[in-house]
């Protein structure tokens, strides 16, 4: 495969885990691991293949020569795969080759084939250098297959009969101070079958829009709630090169979810109302600047929730520190949100206006693109109740529904609804009430903070708090993906049923999936001004009698209770319903059709898109096979 052809599709697809794009350097080693020669390529192509011997190489071209390494006796540093790093190191040359800047989603997918890949040639009869040589055969590389079934079933019977002395040839992978794969196929007793990647697959229309996004074109892409936006933009995150990708969002709550920042912190400007010139001042401190210089993709989840004004002086200070006339200073926008939940926090009497309203919206935006297929519900009729209440038309139909959901029987298990809040005084007051109202002891259990002097900065972005108190019967919510296939994930309902015995005391909660899983703390990495990383450790865990409304923005819930009588805001109650899987799962309290409101700025905005037909609908576009030429130009 040529070089060039090989950038374009790695720009475009490059999933399969056998190519990606990052920066490389090669160290040759002299005996006690120093570096004897040194080469640095910017910007590499990294690729799998094998020669024709079927052995597994690995590729590394500058554009000019390409490398390339017999894969035999390897080892793998995989600790920083999150950040798109990883290191390769051939044993009998003594030569490591560092990877860096690599999509994190590629890289996964990259060492997952090799391990797998090689696991599955062990098996295979070595060829010798004398077989080799009279073989006579013409040299070749051909870009190794995507991982199948077989190769998988291949490395299993290898890990089931293997013993020690053959693994000693092969691979070992390093995690830090942890060890897995290969080198876990030492101690039998240890270790684990391999499986094909599981990474949950994006659907046509989430496929369509990351096709677009790493076109390189600035989108804008909204749809219903639950249509897997921040679910896509975690795979656009993961898609994209990590040093000059910044995923951010207009709440702490919705970046913790992509693994991001907020917005705010990015743009290191406070709360953006001081005037232009002192913004861009700010935005020169050290810290703060390398974020404008470096970034070449900015994401933004939640964007309904982005004040006009605050993105007009983002674009401004873009442009002006990095010296550009392109809106935005030329950096890739992916914007994501739908604007008929949550508006703006309005500051003062006025209403807050919608970025869509900002002066510089339409230039910064070549793509506007819709998801259509929701993933959080699946029964049809409560996915079109709330597509009405999301454009502020309920029937008499539905809100007989939802006034008979006051009846629900809900809890189960001894699992109690959540009550969705429309104040935040109510939510502490109840989840502190209610513990109080508990017998037995209190548990309390202290985050381990990588800064204790920026707690404050920590706990705007943690979705687990510095202190959670706990009592057997405490209704608590998960705050983290821990296991999706057995249902151990973000906002899964349960509660606490004993704390083990030894000094951590650590509590077992049982959950609505049926499971009843002791807990133990996780670390969560935030990113915080001038490049610096702080991280929480903590159970993930939170009270879960009560959560807000604004809170819960972008979660999925097991089952909830809402009362709607002090909705202050358009949108506010149909975030509300819309975080419930199923009618089944929700109880409305007192259900008032006049509180469902949608915001008729937005609703215009939405409909002269359509009618300018500029609001792809992916789905619709799929089925046109139309072809992503639109730019700014017919905006
Ligand atoms: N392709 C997919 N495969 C499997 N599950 C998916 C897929 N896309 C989305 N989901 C699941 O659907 C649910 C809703 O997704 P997500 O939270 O990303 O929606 P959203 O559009 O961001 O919603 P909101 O507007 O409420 O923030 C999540 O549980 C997510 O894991
Ligand atoms: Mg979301």
Redesign the pocket.
Known sequence: MKYGSTIAAIGQYGDDGAQFQCSVVVERLNSSGQATKRQVIRKAAVLLGRNEFQEIILRVHDGKVPQSYTLKEFQLFTRFVKDGKCTVKLLPENIQVLISDCPPHLLNIFLKTLSIKHQAWQTSKPVTDREKLKACLPRSFETISPLQQKDVQKANELRSKVNAPVLSRGLVVRTGNKMTGGEQALHPSKKPSLSLPTA????KE?AAVLSAVLSGKNVFFT?S???????LLKRIVGSLPPKSTYATASTGVAACHIGGTTLHNFAGIGSGSAPLEQCIELAQRPGVLQHWTSCRHLIIDEISMVEAQFFDKLEAIARSLRRSTEPFGGIQLIVCG?FL?LPPVSKGKDKATFCFQSRSWRKCIHLNMELTEV??QTDQSFISLLQAVRVGRVTEEFTAKLMKSAYHKIERDGILATRLCTHKDDVELTNDNKLQQLPGSVRVFEAVDSDPALVKTIDSQSPVSRLLQLKVGAQVMLTKNLDVQRGL?NGARGVVVDFQPGKLGLPRVRFLCGTTEALKPERWMFKAGGGLYLSRQQLPLKLAWAISIHKS??M?LDCVEISLARVFERGQAYVAL?RAKSLEGLRVMDFDPHVVRADPDVLHFYSKLRKERLLLQVSFWLCASFVLTIGPNVL
Do not use: W
């Not at 949950?200 to 659907?203: M, S």
């Not at 709630?225 to 679910?231: E, I, L, N, V, W």
């Open positions: 949950r697959k994006l659907n989430q749809g709630a639950g249509t897997g936006k921040s679910f739908d939940q993933r959080r994930v923005q972008g999925t819309s």
